[in-house]
């Protein structure tokens, strides 16, 4: 998927639907990180991929196509946030978390515990949820997020030291976080 886009000038229906495929659920996860809200998540990730088929010229291979989408998913979130009518139409509350019942003892307790962890980080402030939510969940580099987020490598330590510090205190010692790689 990599290599057929960026070699391309324009996208092909065919290329765009595995784009959307390889990348859509990553995309929309990332906007419901930022939004807290399905709705908007819904329609942020329509945007970006609106913007991509536009403007898939401006992909210049100086990131990887994940990480350009994922900062075309920022910016258009924080559009979303920013946006006085979407601030009055969409109160974001609490994440409510859907429970399933297993059958397994053991896999129950390992959902919960990452339920536990997941709204721990989405309790976090913006800047402290996206650091850990991009280093963690998508695995980009120290490098790669400084570049996504228009930031020093140095601030995206900082800020990834803070937010574990704060996860590490909500959480308790049972979920202290591994030192991280850059």
């Given at each position: 998927m990599e290599g057929s886009i960026r070699t391309m000038a324009n996208l092909d229906p065919v290329t765009f639907e595995a784009l959307m495929n390889e990348y859509g659920q990553e995309v929309w996860n990332y906007a419901y990180s930022i939004v807290k809200n399905h709705s908007m998540a819904d329609d942020i990730t329509q945007d970006v991929f609106l913007q991509v088929f536009r403007h898939v010229v401006s992909f210049r291979n100086e990131s990887s196509i994940k990480t350009w989408l994922l900062k075309i998913t920022r910016n258009i979130s924080y559009n979303y946030r920013k946006s006085a009518f979407i601030r009055k139409v969409f109160l974001v509350g609490n994440v409510s978390l859907r429970e399933s019942?297993?059958?397994?003892?053991?896999?129950?307790?390992?959902?919960?515990?990452?339920?536990?962890?997941?709204?721990?980080?989405?309790?976090?402030?913006?800047?402290?949820?996206?650091?850990?939510?991009?280093?963690?969940?998508?695995?980009?580099?120290?490098?790669?997020?400084?570049?996504?987020l228009d930031i020093s490598e140095g601030a995206v330590r900082s800020r990834l030291f803070a937010a574990r510090k704060k996860m590490n205190v909500r959480l308790g010692e049972d979920y202290a976080y591994e030192p991280f790689r850059s």
């Amino acid at each position: 998927m990599e290599g057929s886009i960026r070699t391309m000038a324009n996208l092909d229906p065919v290329t765009f639907e595995a784009l959307m495929n390889e990348y859509g659920q990553e995309v929309w996860n990332y906007a419901y990180s930022i939004v807290k809200n399905h709705s908007m998540a819904d329609d942020i990730t329509q945007d970006v991929f609106l913007q991509v088929f536009r403007h898939v010229v401006s992909f210049r291979n100086e990131s990887s196509i994940k990480t350009w989408l994922l900062k075309i998913t920022r910016n258009i979130s924080y559009n979303y946030r920013k946006s006085a009518f979407i601030r009055k139409v969409f109160l974001v509350g609490n994440v409510s978390l859907r429970e399933s019942s297993q059958s397994a003892e053991q896999t129950y307790l390992e959902n919960e515990a990452a339920n536990e962890v997941w709204i721990a980080v989405l309790k976090l402030p913006v800047k402290a949820r996206e650091i850990l939510i991009l280093h963690g969940k998508y695995q980009l580099s120290i490098s790669e997020i400084a570049v996504l987020l228009d930031i020093s490598e140095g601030a995206v330590r900082s800020r990834l030291f803070a937010a574990r510090k704060k996860m590490n205190v909500r959480l308790g010692e049972d979920y202290a976080y591994e030192p991280f790689r850059s």
